[in-house]
T-cell receptor
Framework: EAQVTQNPRYLITVTGKKLTVTCSQNMNHEYMSWYRQDPGLGLRQIYYSMNVEVTDKGDVPEGYKVSRKEKRNFPLILESPSPNQTSLYFC?????????????FGPGTRLTVL | GQQVMQIPQYQHVQEGEDFTTYCNSSTTLSNIQWYKQRPGGHPVFLIQLVKSGEVKKQKRLTFQFGEAKKNSSLHITATQTTDVGTYFCAGGGGNEKLTFGTGTRLTIIP
């Protein structure tokens, strides 16, 4: 089944403790991105990648890192999480970078930083 | 930068009533997509509009793209409980940029 997977689905952590949220897609998509969803703010893009080893900042990149060493994987790294990073995170992918392509979302990761 | 606003933020309707959400961009868009997120779920692609003035229908859902390609709307006729969720528009900037709107959360009163 074609899908985007994320792990973990739920995570409670403490300020400053490094964490990684994994994302993987099995559709051979070139483009992948991370979003955070907060009430009243919609979906805001954190980082995106147009292909292997090509990443760029989205609209809210502060406090996050990403890497794209393989086409299928796009992990999101929080080196020193803070409470304002408590949010619902979605990984997404699409066939090619063009905005004309349909975007597929993972199931989401609900992160709480205490 | 490109900004996409949606109104209303929330909408509560009686089952059977109609529902409309509006999407407005600060810049001219190349394309607009609509997504639906069920409660507890993830956004799922519904449709894409590309042409100025384009209208597309999916059963009870009607999607419009404005003549100036700066606004769009989603109208649901005779809502059902299965329509519950948050509806997002996403505007394309002609490159890889796809900016999501703030979303409209629809709740249905049975």
């Amino acid at each position: 089944e074609a899908q985007v997977t994320q792990n973990p689905r739920y995570l409670i952590t403490v300020t400053g403790k490094k964490l990684t949220v994994t994302c993987s897609q099995n559709m051979n998509h070139e483009y992948m991105s991370w979003y955070r969803q907060d009430p009243g703010l919609g979906l805001r893009q954190i980082y995106y990648s147009m292909n292997v080893e090509v990443t760029d900042k989205g609209d809210v990149p502060e406090g996050y890192k990403v890497s794209r060493k393989e086409k299928r994987n796009f992990p999101l790294i929080l080196e020193s999480p803070s409470p304002n990073q408590t949010s619902l995170y979605f990984c997404a992918s699409r066939l090619a970078p063009s905005s004309y392509n349909e975007q597929f979302f993972g199931p989401g990761t609900r992160l709480t930083v205490l | 930068g490109q900004q996409v606003m949606q109104i209303p933020q929330y909408q509560h309707v009686q089952e059977g009533e109609d529902f409309t959400t509006y999407c407005n961009s600060s810049t001219t868009l190349s394309n607009i997509q609509w997504y639906k997120q069920r409660p507890g779920g993830h956004p799922v692609f519904l449709i894409q509009l590309v042409k100025s003035g384009e209208v597309k229908k999916q059963k009870r859902l009607t999607f419009q793209f404005g003549e100036a390609k700066k606004n769009s709307s989603l109208h649901i006729t005779a809502t059902q409980t299965t329509d519950v969720g948050t509806y997002f528009c996403a505007g394309g900037g002609g490159n890889e940029k796809l900016t999501f709107g703030t979303g409209t959360r629809l709740t249905i009163i049975p």
